[in-house]
């Protein structure tokens, strides 16, 4: 199988010491860092770093023509965003503090131990991902746009909110590094699970395990595979899931539901890039991107002492919260729609006609399951529809609440000997708070409100004048 490749970017060494140069080239592939070049005349360096994409310099300080210093000085000028670690033959800190402030990022002696060096390289690389993904992000956030939009044709939406979180999973879709995405049950995550996975660009497959109800055990001879032997019952071989989703991304739904050892076994995973299958002492290594969602607040179970606070803080280095649909309602037009849709074609209906007033009379409704609970609403209703209308007598439940509600007797809400505001600041609060839940669609908030679209605008423009 060929080699994953890997990091995005080149790593470039110079020394003139080629017995060193392969043997550090030898140890940094077996360690999985593929994308490598190498060179053993420094004076080559200018034409390598035009003709690759190298963010990562490995330079050797004591070379004849050109030295370490002098290299270093011409890549900070001349490529201010590449990394450069010297290695160097020489243990002195004075030399190692100029080279620092010739903008070294690190400084290594050649005869240190070797793990040393290899954590260094770790560091560095990540730095240079993170400063990758940093620039990506700000070219997206100036250029205000999604390119890939086929990528989330799944998820239909129209909110605001929803584009900015697919400018910023597109901006990180092609790293390695983990993606946290959180949110109400129902409201789609496992479809930007699916989305992010797409615009990886990665050729394996994208691999769902639920975590949920998972033993220590199962967790692990699920994800890791077990060797022939390991226990009563195992009487061969098996590869686990990360395997198959080596060359893409494996998906671990409701993941605040891991148990403290396999919260350990992930935090390896992530940390080393290694694991190991049941009853094997051998570490296998793993190039599979990982994504966990969970409708838990993992910051909560971590402060809670239920989830390890070195695997969050590993997990939510890309973190993402899809919010409720109660907080999307200019959502609920084009969902319902699509889901007529979808339910006519899978029932082999034509499609139905709808009362426009549907989408307002449900946005007063707070859809606990999200839009998992509308869709099989909307299911429902297209099932029990004749004479192609939408039988709304599937919704019927939730008006019964909002009929319930108007017949009840107001709550007092303002505490018996304290000054009742005035009318009017009340109403700004009420315009503010479904501005609020609306996401600040104005016809949404209006139908809310039970005025006409023309009259909260006019309200908006009075209180922005008069600073309310
Ligand atoms: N924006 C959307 N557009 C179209 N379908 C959607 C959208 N959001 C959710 N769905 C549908 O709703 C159902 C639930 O979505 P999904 O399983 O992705 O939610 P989830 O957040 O992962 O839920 P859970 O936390 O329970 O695992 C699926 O059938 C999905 O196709």
Redesign the pocket.
Known sequence: MAAHIYPQFKILLVDDEIPFLRSTLLSFERHGFTNLVSCSQPEQVPSLMNEHNIGLVLLDLTMPNVSGKELLTWLNEEYPDVCVIILSGINQLDTAVECVKLGAFDYFVKTSDPSEILEGLKRAIRTQELSIENQALRRKVLSNDVFSPEAFT????ADANMWSIFQYLESIATTRHPVLIM?E???????IAQATHDLSQRKGPLITVNIAGLDDNIFADTLFGHNKGAFTGADKDRSGLIEKASEGTLFL?EIGDLSASSQVKLLRLLQEGEYYPLGSDKPKRSQARIIV?T?QNLEHLQIEGKFRKDLYYRLKIHMVTIPPLRHRLSDLPI?IE?FIKQACEDMSIDTLSYDNSLPSQLSHYAFPGN??EL?SLIFDAVSRSQNGQLNKSAFKHLFVQDSLLEQQEPVAIFPNNTRLPTLSALADQLVKEAMNRSNNNQSTASQMLGISQPALSKRLKNMNKTGR
């Not at 799944?154 to 939406?157: A, G, N, S, Y």
């Not at 049950?185 to 479809?191: N, Q, Y």
Request: hydrophobic share 30%; proline share 0%; aromatic share 4%.
């Open positions: 799944r998820f239909v939406t949110g049950s129902g409201v789609g995550k496992e479809l739904d969602a409708h969902l699509h839009t998992r869709k």
